[in-house]
């Protein structure tokens, strides 16, 4: 199971439905510099989409992207 | 005196203007075609989308277990990917509120308040715009395009509402419609020439043959359902619910989960003072689960069965028949008798035996 280490910044989407957890990673990134790396943690089973969608328009990375029960945990590398 | 021109002084070439678009991007067929056009004119084009809790984008798909094999895409972001470009969206959802609860130019055929709807995003688009003006932003946009066609759409997308959603929205003539903007005044863009009129369209109507071809023309071969049914305001059952809803409650407000809570489940109200939320597969009763806290709710223990929220003032009775509903909506609905738990909100939790309500015992009327 994915574990915030040290450094890392998180953002609990738990119970929010699509594009909320978007949202909240596209707000959480925009105060992160190049480099941050960001976790999130949803419910909703369309993030494993709509994450590495948006990442990809705007230029950042999924390090991982993983389930774990009724959870879905994605690592953001933000780019530029 | 004569006016001396230095011939010493050199002639400075000026680049052209980079110009820039704002694009309001649903995540349908037409938006995705009104920004192609206008990028196939040298325009830079960025997108922005509006999250007002009522998107339908896939929410079922995406809770519901039978639908997990199911594309659950959010068709903004998918457009956005294809037109590579770079798309914001935006929670509105807490000061859409007042779109919903008060629109100036009344409701659709359902609770959708599709022109106040309208101009209140174009004029959230428009302050992106104005900021970035405003701060000389080397990003800012000159004007704003949507996919907007004239008689698309009965509410919204008519020849007399498109000049007041212009006005009403402070965009005026800064706002362009690739798609139909033939059928309309020339708009600020057009006259400057920063894009050409002749290669705009002039489509009207609800026919989707002309986007559908447009499309295969820019060599589209996916795109999203056809404009209308993104938003749940413009569903008859939705927007019933969200009408019995407020008539329970004797007053017409909403939070964020009352309005995810609509989407979801089988809604029976069997009495004015409560009504019962029933998953009606595994990926609902899972997503319910996150909800029990907030709520009564009962579990049937003795056969496979559906998580059951209450809400509204159940007394002890209600919830006993409460039981029997779900027990309705169980495995055992056939059983001379279920067991199950209610547990109310504060965690203390009852089990109980009941015989399931039959087919017979539940009118119409409870189905909201």
Redesign the interface.
């Known amino acids: 199971m994915s574990e915030p280490e040290k450094g890392m910044h998180q953002i609990d989407a738990r119970r929010l439905l699509c594009p909320l957890p978007v949202i909240r990673t596209q707000n959480a990134v925009r105060k992160l510099q190049k480099g941050d790396e960001l976790l999130v943690i949803a419910t909703d089973p369309g993030v494993m989409q709509d994450i590495p969608a948006w990442c990809r328009v705007h230029g950042h990375q999924v390090v991982s992207a993983e389930k774990y029960e009724l959870e879905f945990h994605i690592r953001v590398l933000v780019g530029e | 005196m004569p006016v001396l021109f230095s011939s010493c002084v050199p002639f400075m070439s000026v680049a052209p203007i980079k110009r820039r678009a704002l694009a309001l991007l649903s995540g349908g067929l037409d938006s995705l075609l009104a920004v192609r056009v206008v990028q196939e004119q040298g325009i830079e084009v960025e997108g922005i989308?509006f999250?007002t809790g009522f998107?339908v984008?896939?929410?079922t798909?995406?809770?519901r277990k039978q639908d997990?094999s199911k594309?659950?895409?959010?068709n903004?972001?998918?457009s956005?990917?294809t037109l590579g470009?770079?798309?914001?969206?935006?929670?509105i959802s807490e000061e859409y509120k007042d779109v919903v609860l008060n629109p100036k130019h009344g409701y659709g055929a359902n609770l959708n308040p599709c022109l106040d709807c309208k101009i209140y995003m174009v004029n959230k688009a428009m302050a992106f715009v104005n900021r970035a003006r405003a701060f000389a932003d080397a990003n800012g946009f000159d004007f704003l395009i949507t996919g907007e066609v004239i008689g698309q759409r009965p509410k919204s997308q008519r020849a007399i509402t498109m000049p007041i959603i212009a006005r009403e929205s402070g965009a005026d003539d800064r706002l362009l419609r690739p798609l139909c903007a033939k059928r309309l005044a020339p708009t600020l863009p057009e006259r400057e020439g920063w894009v050409d009129r002749e290669k705009l369209y002039a489509f009207h109507g609800r026919s989707r043959q002309p986007q559908i071809a447009l499309a295969r023309q820019f060599g589209f071969a996916d795109w999203a359902q056809p404009a209308g049914g993104c938003c749940f305001l413009t569903d008859e059952s939705y927007s019933r619910k969200l009408a019995d809803m407020w008539k329970a409650r004797g007053e017409r407000r909403y939070e964020l989960d009352d309005i995810?809570l609509l989407k979801v489940g089988r809604h029976v109200r069997p009495a004015p003072h409560y009504k019962l939320i029933v998953g009606r597969e595994e990926g609902e009763n899972?997503?319910l689960?996150?909800?029990r806290h907030e709520f009564d709710c009962i579990r049937v223990l003795s056969h496979n069965g559906p998580l059951t929220l209450v809400d509204g003032q159940p007394d002890e009775d209600d919830l006993l028949q409460a039981a029997r509903i779900a027990g309705r909506f169980s495995q055992g609905r056939d059983a001379e008798e279920i067991e199950a738990e209610i547990i109310r909100k504060g965690g203390v939790s009852t089990r109980v035996k009941v015989m399931p309500m039959r087919a017979n015992e539940m009118p119409k009327d409870w189905y909201v």
Request: net charge negative; hydrophobic share 35%; proline share 0%.
């Open positions: 989308n999250y998107c984008e896939g929410h798909h995406a809770i997990e594309q659950k895409r959010n903004a972001l998918w956005a990917e470009i770079r798309l914001n969206i935006e929670d995810m899972n997503w689960e996150g909800y």
